[in-house]
Structure formats: C-alpha cells, structure tokens
T-cell receptor, first 109, second 119 residues
C-alpha cells in the first residue's frame, strides 16, 4: 500500500531552526510537495522536489532523497506566524497526490 | 498567481437538505479538479477527481449518489451534498490543476475551503 509518514506534532522556539521529516512508500513517484496549512484554511504550496537534493526558498528549504524515500522541510529563523500544520504529499505514478497526516508545528516565544 | 475560489465559505444547513459548493479557477483553465474533505486535526482525504466534460472518478468509500460532482466547464466544478446528515459536517476543499502537466505540482491550486455544518 501507499504510505506517507511524518511526525504528528513538533515544538520549536521563535528564531530557531526546525526540521520536519517525511518518509514515503508509493506506487511510482512524480514529485514530493510540502504545503502549509493554518487552522481553518486551505493548504498553500511551499515546495516541490522531483530530483535529489536541497531546494532553498528564503527561510524554507526542502530536501529529497528518492533512494531513501525521504524528505525534510527545514524552516529557519522561525516566526510566530509559522505556527501551522505542514503537509507532505507525494504524486504517484497516476499523478494523484498521496497526503501525509500533517505535522502540527507549535512555535513558542 | 493562479487563484481558485470556493463559494460559499461557510454554510449551515438542516439535516435532509442538499448543499451545493462551487469551485472556480479564476485566471486559468483547469482540466482537472479535485474535491477533498478534512476532519479536524486530520489530513486531506481525496473524495473524487473530476475532468471537464466527463464523469467524476470517486475514491473508494465515497458515495457518488450522495456527493454529486459536476465539472461543466474548464473553470467551474460543483459538489452537491445531497440529503445531508450531521456526519457530513466537515471542511470541503477543492483544488484545480492547470492544462499543462509539465510542472505537475506547482499547478495544483487550492480553493479556500467551505466549512459545512449540518444541524
């Protein structure tokens, strides 16, 4: 079966760095996505990785290792507004998104 | 950037009635639209995939006669929850994928969601 695993909840301090991990097992692979979702709102796109390596976009970076079925989202210089759920999703061979359950990130002052 | 709208953003209805939710791609043509539901503190659950001009493909366990999906044009898809019950109360989110599949992921845009409460 298809499976996406990520931690349920993480806590970090304002100004610090946090890494949210995601491991996956899917039928085929057409890219891995990270979305941010604030409570009561729809997800917003953060990043897309289809090749191995690190993609940096401002304070957020995303890493992918296809051989290990592993990705992480790295958030630097954390701000209170970064408190949200972070969803990992993999696009399978049918171009369907398979969603992880999301990681709730709590930022403390 | 691409914008997807949903209407209404919030709706309360009585048990047994039907509710229609609209999803529109405002500045691009969407060959495929997706309908998700999300329970509190849970991940997105894909309900169905709809392609313009053809019948929607429903995920296992989703009743197609209860959740009617129509994708009449390249910019509009509707989800109708028929004979709603309290257990249908949820956050319903649509997303739209643009015509060119080359940059698959960046072209799936989400609507703001519709919170349905059935009393």
């Amino acid at each position: 079966g298809q499976n996406i695993d990520q931690p349920t909840e993480m806590t970090a301090t304002e100004g610090a760095i946090v890494q949210i991990n995601c491991t996956y097992q899917t039928s085929g692979f057409n890219g891995l996505f990270w979305y941010q979702q604030h409570a009561g709102e729809a997800p917003t796109f953060l990043s897309y990785n289809v090749l191995d390596g690190l993609e940096e976009k401002g304070r957020f970076s995303s890493f992918l290792s296809r051989s290990k079925g592993y990705s992480y989202l790295l958030l630097k210089e954390l701000q209170m507004k970064d408190s949200a759920s972070y969803l990992c999703a993999v696009m399978d061979s049918n171009y369907q998104l398979i969603w992880g359950a999301g990681t709730k990130l709590i930022i403390k002052p | 950037g691409a914008v997807v709208s949903q209407h209404p953003s919030r709706v309360i209805c009585k048990s047994g009635t039907s509710v229609k939710i609209e999803c529109r791609s405002l500045d691009f043509q969407a060959t495929t639209m997706f309908w998700y539901r999300q329970f509190p503190k849970k991940s997105l659950m894909l309900m169905a995939t709809s392609n313009e001009g053809s019948k929607a493909t429903y995920e296992q366990g989703v009743e197609k006669d209860k959740f009617l999906i129509n994708h009449a044009s390249l910019t509009l898809s509707t989800l109708t929850v028929t004979s709603a019950h309290p257990e249908d109360s949820s956050f319903y989110i649509c997303s739209a994928r643009a015509l060119s599949p080359g940059l698959a992921g960046t072209e799936q845009y989400f609507g703001p969601g519709t919170r349905l409460t059935v009393t």
